[in-house]
């Protein structure tokens, strides 16, 4: 079975610049993540998908990030324009069914540079 | 708000150890807590899932314990080998899943 897919793996770019994140989740899994990691952090949650809506979106900021979940399964995160402060990675996970209960499976994640 | 913390935030043994890294969170109402593994450059791996019912959970070398009342939760890795270096990361789940920090392991052989 695979995995969750993210892509790009790196990405650098100069601040201002627009830039887009895709996850690709485990198939069937219903609930999807967004999570940002800052060096020597855990991952922070941005945004939570139950197919194909936002239930929990509280901690994205909204001035220049953005994300969608067309049809419930692959999703994508962009950030416009970039700060400096944005570098960091940006990881997806997936897990089946809805409520407290179950793994979250997480992608490699995307490392983002902000120059 | 939940607050997760872990300690200590780094550590390094010699091969053949036994260890334990602390976890402690601030609000019990929790759905489960999970321990995973990070290794440099790459996503989280899922180690153990102990539900808020369980006291414990085992998987080969690994155990994780949750004593959901003070608020802690310990990862026993016995018998450490190189192969086990990586960042271990706690996460508790109520509402949404908060991580702490991470312990960096570190065995040398």
């Known amino acids: 079975e695979a995995g969750v897919v993210q892509s790009p793996r790196y990405k650098i770019i100069e601040k201002k610049q627009p830039v887009a994140f895709w996850c690709n989740p485990i198939?069937?899994?219903?609930?999807l993540y967004w999570y940002r990691q800052n060096l020597g952090q855990g991952p922070e949650l941005l945004i939570r998908?139950?197919?194909?809506?936002?239930?929990?979106d509280s901690q994205l900021p909204k001035d220049r990030f953005s994300a969608e979940r067309l049809k419930g399964v692959d999703s994508t995160l962009k950030i416009q324009p970039a700060e400096l402060g944005d570098s960091a990675v940006y990881l997806c996970?997936?897990?089946?069914?809805?409520?407290?209960?179950?793994?979250?499976?997480f992608g490699p994640g995307t490392r983002l540079t902000v120059l | 708000k939940q607050e997760v913390t872990q300690i200590p935030a780094a550590l390094s043994v010699p091969e053949g150890e036994n260890l334990v890294l602390n976890c402690s969170f601030t609000?019990?109402?929790?759905?489960?807590l999970q321990w995973f593994r990070q290794d440099p450059g790459k996503g989280l791996t899922s180690l153990l899932l102990?539900?808020?019912?369980?006291r414990e959970q085992t998987s080969g070398r690994l155990n994780a314990s949750l004593d959901k009342s003070s608020g802690r939760s310990t990862l026993y890795i016995a018998a450490s080998q190189p192969g086990d270096s990586a960042t271990y990361l706690c996460?508790?789940?109520?509402?949404?899943?908060?991580f702490g920090a991470g312990t960096r392991l570190t065995v040398k052989p």
């Open positions: 102990i539900q808020s019912s369980q």
């Open positions: 198939s069937g899994h219903n609930t």
């Open positions: 996970a997936s897990r089946a069914g809805a409520g407290g209960a179950g793994t979250q499976y």
């Open positions: 998908y139950e197919n194909e809506e936002a239930v929990d």
């Open positions: 996460a508790v789940r109520d509402n949404d899943m908060r």
């Open positions: 609000d019990s109402a929790i759905y489960n």
